[in-house]
């Protein structure tokens, strides 16, 4: 692995640690982190009252690609196919709901923007 994976993979665990906690402090319960369901991997898997919720997290360190615009339409569109296996794992669900946590962190000022969008959707 190479040391550009190797930081990606870092970069990304860390988002998914801070995405966890602001969710926590939101009132969601954190289930999973990292898992695969349908060979779609996904980031975090939160409970939010009788919804089950699929988090995609985005962190950028650069000002010049802002996380949102990090989020593609394939990658909703691949996390929506999780639905029905997650329903049939989690009997208690009455829904499945796809969230994004957009994390911008300008490391020169230390400033860190947290955004949790509820409901996205593949358009």
């Known amino acids: 692995m190479s040391a550009f994976q190797n930081e990606r ?3 990304g665990a860390l ?3 801070l995405a966890a906690r602001f969710l926590e402090l939101e009132g969601l319960r954190v289930l999973s982190g990292r898992l695969r369901v349908a060979d779609v991997e996904i980031d975090l ?16 360190t650069s000002a010049a690609l802002p ?11 691949r996390l929506q196919r999780t639905a029905t296996p ?4 989690h009997p208690w669900a009455e829904t499945v709901r796809i969230d994004a946590v957009m994390i911008d962190w300008q490391m020169r000022s ?10 996205i959707q593949a358009r």
């Open 9 to 11: 993979q870092r970069r």
């Open 15 to 17: 988002g998914e640690k």
């Open 45 to 60: 898997l939160v409970r939010d009252a009788s919804a089950l919720v699929v988090v995609e997290v985005k962190l950028r």
């Open 67 to 77: 996380a949102l615009d990090a989020l593609r339409v394939r990658q909703i569109a």
């Open 86 to 89: 997650l329903l049939r794992r």
């Open 110 to 119: 230390g400033c860190v923007e947290i955004r949790h969008l509820r409901g």
